[in-house]
């Protein structure tokens, strides 16, 4: 659980045995399960769970932008909506977006814009409503990367899938996708998101303090992470049309069955 006051925070975020706080080794991601297709009235959903993170992406698109004045006549215009729920955090969250979830979708949109082709869609809007229903460090990151799922589940045209993590340094070493506990009592942080068409940073958002040559290690541990990550959305992508196929295989077959013995 995430710790908001100061004075709790741990005094190391190591153990003696040399792990992180929470078992891991410094490069160790959490475990990240994925799944597409999750919500019905959806034009294409995802949802992921990262360590504690667990996040919705509903997309719907393109469609007719309201309100009305917001629309482009020369390209379509992605619209992102991150919210926390009230009951994500260890203190409750007002319900109405604060500035935090407002920067946080303009970002998530800045990431995931470049992979979309909005110039061929004039006129029209797409939406992505991120639901964080619990959250524990790195929900930015990981709203990106389900957020990506989702446009593909919707069957939008994309340049690539975009992915997300994010590095840092606590306690003076360099790590590998920081939790709650570490991104509030680290050193540094440094969500990173990558658009596979061009292999290109589309976030690279710093906060804290690192020497030049650890940021460059931080952008070499970044990029290994995020080509796992990476690997686990395709999968997540095609595991959907494996179940859809083999489910279809079974309805044949039965009605194969079905019809030997009229
Ligand atoms: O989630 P992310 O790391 O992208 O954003 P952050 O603003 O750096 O927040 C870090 C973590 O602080 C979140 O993931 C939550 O676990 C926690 N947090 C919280 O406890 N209460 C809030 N109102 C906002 C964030």
């Known amino acids: 659980m995430t710790l908001l006051i100061k004075d709790e925070y741990p005094e190391k975020l190591f153990r003696e045995d040399g792990k992180r706080l929470d078992g891991r080794d410094l490069f160790e991601l959490r475990p990240i399960k994925m799944e597409v297709g999750v919500i019905d009235n959806a034009d294409g959903s995802a949802y992921i769970e990262w360590g504690n993170n667990k996040i919705y992406a509903a997309v719907y698109g393109p469609r007719e932008v309201h309100p009305h004045h917001l629309a482009k006549p020369d390209r379509g215009i992605l619209r992102v909506f991150y919210r926390m ?13 604060g500035r935090r979830e407002k920067e946080i979708s303009m970002i998530i949109g800045e990431c995931l814009e470049p992979v979309l082709f909005l110039e061929l869609y004039p006129g029209t809007s797409f939406e992505v409503f991120i639901q964080v229903i619990d959250a524990d460090g790195g929900t930015r990151c990981a709203s990106t990367t389900v957020a990506s799922l989702a446009l593909a589940d919707a069957g939008i045209p994309m340049r690539s899938l975009v992915t997300a993590v994010a590095v840092g340094k606590i306690d003076g070493k360099l790590i590998v996708d920081l939790s709650g506990i570490e991104d509030k009592a680290g050193e540094a942080d440094l969500p990173c998101a990558m ?18 040559e650890e940021y460059n290690e931080c952008l070499d541990l970044a990029t290994e992470a995020l080509k796992k990550i990476y690997d686990l959305q395709k999968d997540a992508l095609k595991r959907k049309y494996i179940d859809i ?10 009605n194969n069955q079905e019809r030997g013995e009229e």
């Open 245 to 254: 196929q083999e489910r279809i295989s079974q309805q044949n077959e039965k």
């Open 195 to 212: 658009t596979w068409f061009n292999n290109e940073f589309s976030l690279l958002q710093f906060d804290g303090d690192m020497t030049l």
């Open 85 to 97: 729920s009230t009951f994500s955090v260890f203190e409750r969250k007002r319900p109405a977006p």
